[in-house]
């Protein structure tokens, strides 16, 4: 394998290569060069194509082992420990495929951080390692910005907040504008777990400043909008937050999973602040029935559920929703604030 500037040089002998895109049909041909701002194929027509590493949702390899996508469908399908097994299995069957054994670090790296967000806090140490490896490793690798805010995320959980300020500040280096507004948004929810209210309402407020027509920049808008309503609940403003968090629903597209059950969790909080409690519990049941693959943002409305349900007089489908908690997300910090 060859080193062209901040390119990596690919041979793909012959096999076809699939980078799945966000804005539209995927490209398809041998990967001839990855860097850490795009990856760019043949096509089978001899048409060359450069995707930006913003733009890329996954890479199928056409010498990858057949685990490896076994290990992605797990991922996409929730099992995070079937997909870190296969994962596993992937990485003992690479071979000398520079390429695939850097996207399987990357993967493990990934669903490894997933798992601590997601299921287990102490897994928190050990995602930050191979995250930090990868990208002190592979900082010409397209997945490298990637990184960099999945461990920011780790960081901020594991409230690591200065680690969380520095890799924050480095993806706001990235060259597209929605990173640069996910970073300016993980920087506020730091300012905010910090206390810092105004700092947090400041940084929300500039990316919702600035105009954007891309779904990831519409996204990260939206997910401004709702970080905005999180602070002026905080602050007691809970009807100025409600018509903010009303917002963004309309707004978000219902395939944006992760936002919709953030505002719907968020609009439960402000109805519940308000006394409001069927009307919580309606928003709140959004989540386990609408968005059950955002396990965050579902252990977090089960909590809810189970407290709620019985000021509603329904004190069986509290415990239905306890029990939930429980067994499916026994390490997550929402069982533990359970009463």
């Given at each position: 394998m060859a080193m062209l500037s901040a390119s990596v040089l690919i041979s793909s002998a012959g096999a076809v290569d699939i980078v799945n895109r966000k804005s539209g049909k995927a490209a398809q041909g041998d990967i001839t060069a990855i860097a850490q701002q795009s990856i760019s194929l043949k096509s089978g027509i001899g048409e060359m194509i450069e995707v930006p590493a913003n733009d890329i949702i996954s890479v199928r390899w056409g010498a990858e082992p057949a685990e490896l996508n076994l290990a992605r469908s797990a991922e996409e399908g929730g099992s995070l420990a079937r997909a870190l097994e296969q994962l596993k299995v992937s990485a003992g069957n690479a071979g000398t495929n520079a390429a695939v054994k850097t996207e399987i670090e990357f993967l493990t790296a990934r669903v490894t951080a997933r798992v601590a967000l997601e299921e287990d806090a102490s897994k928190l140490a050990a995602a930050s390692?191979?995250?930090?490896?990868?990208?002190?490793?592979?900082?010409?690798?397209?997945?490298?910005?990637?990184?960099?805010?999945?461990?920011?995320?780790?960081?901020?959980?594991?409230?690591?907040?200065?680690?969380?300020?520095?890799?924050?500040?480095?993806?706001?280096?990235?060259?597209?504008?929605?990173?640069?507004?996910?970073?300016?948004?993980?920087?506020?929810?730091?300012?905010?777990?910090?206390?810092?209210?105004?700092?947090?309402?400041?940084?929300?407020?500039?990316?919702?400043?600035?105009?954007?027509?891309?779904?990831?920049?519409?996204?990260?808008?939206?997910?401004?909008?709702?970080?905005?309503?999180?602070?002026?609940?905080?602050?007691?403003?809970?009807?100025?937050?409600?018509?903010?968090?009303?917002?963004?629903?309309?707004?978000?597209?219902?395939?944006?999973?992760?936002?919709?059950?953030?505002?719907?969790?968020?609009?439960?909080?402000?109805?519940?602040?308000?006394?409001?409690?069927?009307?919580?519990?309606?928003?709140?049941?959004?989540?386990?029935?609408?968005?059950?693959?955002?396990?965050?943002?579902?252990?977090?409305?089960?909590?809810?559920?189970?407290?709620?349900?019985?000021r509603a007089d329904q004190p069986e489908r509290g415990l239905a929703a306890r029990q939930e908690l429980q067994e499916n997300y026994p390490d997550s910090p929402w069982t533990k604030k359970l009463p």
């Amino acid at each position: 394998m060859a080193m062209l500037s901040a390119s990596v040089l690919i041979s793909s002998a012959g096999a076809v290569d699939i980078v799945n895109r966000k804005s539209g049909k995927a490209a398809q041909g041998d990967i001839t060069a990855i860097a850490q701002q795009s990856i760019s194929l043949k096509s089978g027509i001899g048409e060359m194509i450069e995707v930006p590493a913003n733009d890329i949702i996954s890479v199928r390899w056409g010498a990858e082992p057949a685990e490896l996508n076994l290990a992605r469908s797990a991922e996409e399908g929730g099992s995070l420990a079937r997909a870190l097994e296969q994962l596993k299995v992937s990485a003992g069957n690479a071979g000398t495929n520079a390429a695939v054994k850097t996207e399987i670090e990357f993967l493990t790296a990934r669903v490894t951080a997933r798992v601590a967000l997601e299921e287990d806090a102490s897994k928190l140490a050990a995602a930050s390692k191979l995250l930090d490896a990868f990208i002190k490793g592979q900082s010409d690798n397209f997945r490298y910005f990637d990184a960099l805010q999945l461990l920011g995320a780790v960081q901020l959980a594991a409230e690591d907040y200065s680690g969380a300020e520095a890799s924050f500040r480095m993806l706001a280096k990235a060259p597209w504008s929605d990173y640069k507004m996910a970073a300016q948004n993980s920087t506020a929810k730091l300012a905010f777990q910090k206390g810092d209210l105004t700092a947090a309402l400041t940084a929300y407020e500039q990316v919702l400043s600035q105009s954007g027509s891309s779904p990831g920049e519409i996204s990260r808008r939206n997910e401004a909008l709702i970080g905005k309503a999180s602070v002026q609940l905080k602050q007691g403003n809970a009807d100025i937050a409600l018509q903010a968090v009303a917002e963004a629903i309309a707004k978000t597209d219902p395939e944006d999973s992760a936002v919709q059950a953030g505002a719907w969790n968020l609009k439960g909080d402000c109805l519940k602040s308000q006394g409001k409690v069927k009307e919580a519990i309606l928003a709140y049941l959004h989540v386990p029935v609408l968005f059950e693959k955002e396990k965050v943002a579902l252990a977090e409305s089960l909590y809810n559920l189970a407290v709620l349900w019985p000021r509603a007089d329904q004190p069986e489908r509290g415990l239905a929703a306890r029990q939930e908690l429980q067994e499916n997300y026994p390490d997550s910090p929402w069982t533990k604030k359970l009463p």
